[in-house]
């Protein structure tokens, strides 16, 4: 019989080894059996918990999420205005914990995935939302309905395609940068 409270250890040992192996491999070349000998499991026990290789990589971009979310609710919190609330958003989006190569080479591998499995685009959905819906609550403060849902979409491409680009420039993203970038978008 299973100790009480292992699942939830296991899984964290699973998604943290999942995260490490996507960065070191990629999604493509990740596998199983290299998760499995990375947390020190067995491969039966990710089918136990997860099913296979892609519910466990759905699970892991969940908790990646709530990671994050988590983040931006505290960060968030301490703030008063809406411009500081969108600062305190992009310092959470680009900070070290965010910035870690195995953590920035899991988003893009789950974003590459998206458009061929609709469990990661329902996800991405859910990120996509939560993230606009935070800076349209900041600058509907500042403007108009129309005018806030057209700054929000715009400061959203702009904080994904600085991810993109860091990435691809293999330079590592800044925050500094990245909220002076977003000032210059703001009307």
């Known amino acids: 019989?299973?100790?009480v409270g292992m699942e939830k250890l296991r899984r964290r040992q699973l998604i943290e080894a999942t995260i490490k192996i996507v960065g070191e491999h990629g999604y493509a070349d990740t596998t199983i059996s290299k998760i499995a000998s990375e947390a020190g499991l067995?491969?039966?026990i990710i089918s136990h918990y997860f099913g296979g290789k892609d519910e466990l990589l759905q699970a892991t971009m969940w908790h990646l999420m709530c990671d994050?979310?988590?983040?931006m609710v505290v960060s968030r919190s301490r703030c008063d205005q809406p411009l500081e609330r969108i600062n305190a958003t992009v310092?959470?989006?680009f900070s070290a914990e965010q910035s870690d190569v195995y953590v920035v080479n899991a988003w893009l591998s789950f974003w590459a995935q998206v458009p061929f499995s609709e469990a990661l685009f329902r996800l991405q959905k859910v990120y996509e939302r939560r993230l606009l819906s935070n800076l349209r609550y900041d600058l509907s403060q500042i403007y108009d309905r129309r005018t806030s849902l057209e700054v929000a979409?715009?400061?959203a491409v702009l904080i994904d395609g600085y991810?993109?680009?860091s990435v691809l420039a293999a330079v590592d993203p800044s925050p500094?940068?990245?909220k002076d970038l977003l000032a210059k978008a703001l009307p």
């Open 42 to 44: 067995s491969v039966g």
């Open 153 to 155: 979409s715009t400061l």
């Open 163 to 165: 991810w993109l680009r």
């Open 68 to 71: 994050l979310q988590q983040q």
């Open 1 to 3: 019989m299973p100790k």
């Open 176 to 178: 500094a940068i990245a």
């Open 91 to 93: 310092e959470v989006i």
